[in-house]
Nanobody
Framework: QVQLVESGGGSVQAGASLRLSCAAS????????AGWFRQAPGLEREFVGS???????NYANSVKGRFTVSRDDAKLMVYLQMTNLKPEDTAVYYC????????????WGQGTQVTVSS
């Protein structure tokens, strides 16, 4: 079992940076892939980025070059560093995790709101 708690959301102006944090529980978390997703009002939840147990990352095209996912397994933390934020990045951001031998993200945080104004 893994529990996830996000923090770090807020309201910023376009062009600003923000770092989201995700605190995980469970000593097996280093064996999990961690992902960030977001959901804007009226839209479906979409993939933002992920980092696997080896530190390999993957990003959505819309955030590539602006967002960075990292993890600190000693602290059971996952981070989403967001730079050059745009109004279209406004959404609720969720941290998620999936086990090494599964194909779906089965653990989710409660979400944190990010609002970017122009």
């Amino acid at each position: 079992q893994v529990q996830l708690v996000e923090s770090g959301g807020g309201s910023v102006q376009a062009g600003a940076s923000l770092r989201l944090s995700c605190a995980a529980s469970g000593h097996t978390f280093p064996n999990y892939m961690a992902g960030w997703f977001r959901q804007a009002p009226g839209l479906e939840r979409e993939f933002v980025g992920s980092i696997d147990w080896n530190g390999a990352t993957n990003y959505a095209n819309s955030v590539k070059g602006r967002f960075t996912v990292s993890r600190d397994d000693a602290k059971l933390m996952v981070y989403l560093q967001m730079t050059n934020l745009k109004p279209e990045d406004t959404a609720v951001y969720y941290c998620a995790a999936r086990g090494r031998w599964t194909t779906t993200f089965g653990y989710w945080g409660q979400g944190t709101q990010v609002t970017v104004s122009s």
